[in-house]
């Protein structure tokens, strides 16, 4: 049975107010009471068909099919085919974006909240892959910070690359390749990444002090874009697994 769990918060706020001429004191009371939603939930018709106007709407859009993929894309670490279509997203929107060459884009593994069925994509299907409002920004990272971040990603399991690859071992990113070369911790490296990440989020403070460029543009967008213009050259999605990110002992 699907049950939802409904969370109402009743809050009381209660002035205690000293004598005039001293400092006022306020105290703060939340009272909270859980209710479950199940087959006794009488729906509120009136709730309902305010509503309708807007889920059909919503549905309309959502429904709209913007591709096709010839094999389900799934979600996997150290490396999948999504991730790798993903990352390779990033990359190419970036660069076409900003008109300039993308070294490197990384998307952060846990941002990653569906898989792509075979057949049929969808506006749906992409809100559901990327549900947040990250947006596509680029920093210029010298090599050994860039070496200090594929360590914290490798300390993680693996997250999505494009223009990259290493190994993992004992937690940390080794044998790592940058265009097809050996990383240069002299070198700075454009790197494309998502605002949150770029913003120390998943605690990539490495990240923070760095100077991001930003358009405001939308990874979802760049998603939706790609996967258009790929519908426009009559190209499905495709992609593979290439030994990008991979465990060694």
């Known amino acids: 049975m699907n049950k939802t769990r409904f969370i109402t918060a009743i809050a009381a706020i209660g002035i205690v107010a000293t004598a005039c001429g001293t400092p006022k004191n306020n105290t703060i009371k939340l009272a909270y009471k859980d209710y479950d939603i199940g087959k006794t939930y009488v729906p509120d018709t009136g709730i309902q068909s305010l509503l309708i106007p807007y889920r059909d709407s919503v549905d309309k859009a959502m429904g709209k099919i913007i591709g096709q993929v010839t094999a389900p894309l799934k979600k996997k670490a150290p490396e ?40 049929q994509i969808t506006l749906r ?49 080794v044998n790592i390749l940058v265009n097809g ?50 519908t426009a050259q009559h190209k499905p999605i495709q992609s593979a697994i290439e030994n990008r990110v991979t465990n060694v002992k």
């Open 181 to 230: 070369k050996p990383i240069d911790e002299n070198v700075v490296y454009i790197v494309a990444n998502s605002d949150y990440v770029a913003n120390g989020g998943d605690n990539c403070d490495m990240l923070r002090p760095l100077p991001q460029q930003n358009t405001g543009y939308l990874y979802r967008d760049a998603l939706i874009q790609y996967v258009e213009e790929l």
């Open 80 to 119: 999948s085919e999504l991730g790798n279509f993903m990352a390779d997203v990033m990359r190419y929107m970036a660069a076409k974006k900003f008109g300039k060459t993308v070294d490197v884009a990384v998307v952060n593994y846990d941002g990653i909240r569906a898989d792509l069925p075979q057949g």
């Open 125 to 173: 299907n992409i809100y559901e892959l990327m549900p947040f409002d990250n947006i596509i920004v680029l920093q210029e990272v010298k090599g050994a910070v860039l070496k200090t971040f594929l360590d914290h990603i490798a300390a993680r399991g693996g997250w999505p690359l494009s223009g990259a690859s290493m190994q993992i071992q004992n937690h940390k990113a």
